[in-house]
């Protein structure tokens, strides 16, 4: 089976940051499925779809999960473990 290539998030948990190690300018947002936040690379980062959550009435975006900045940082070893 073929891994889903996009990620849904919830629109209004999105949040421009700058990552510690390369400086890039991120979007942070929240993973629908699981909740926890996630870097997309703000250069590369674009919302394919929205749709309405019946349950809550939030906004939910479809990202690309390759734009995930975790994916291109150099120096993303430094956040793991937890550290970030």
């Not at 949040?15 to 590369?44: E, I, M, Y």
Request: charged share 30%.
């Amino acid at each position: 089976m073929a891994r889903e290539v996009t990620i849904e998030i919830y629109a209004d948990t999105r949040q421009t940051g700058q990552c510690r190690a390369c400086h890039a300018t991120l979007q942070w947002a929240v993973v629908v499925k699981s909740g926890a936040r996630l870097p997309f690379t703000n250069d590369t980062f674009a919302v394919l779809s929205k749709r309405i959550e019946e349950e809550t009435g939030r906004i939910v975006e479809r990202a690309d999960r390759r734009t995930n900045h975790w994916a291109t940082c150099p120096g993303r070893d430094l956040f793991r473990g937890g550290s970030e």
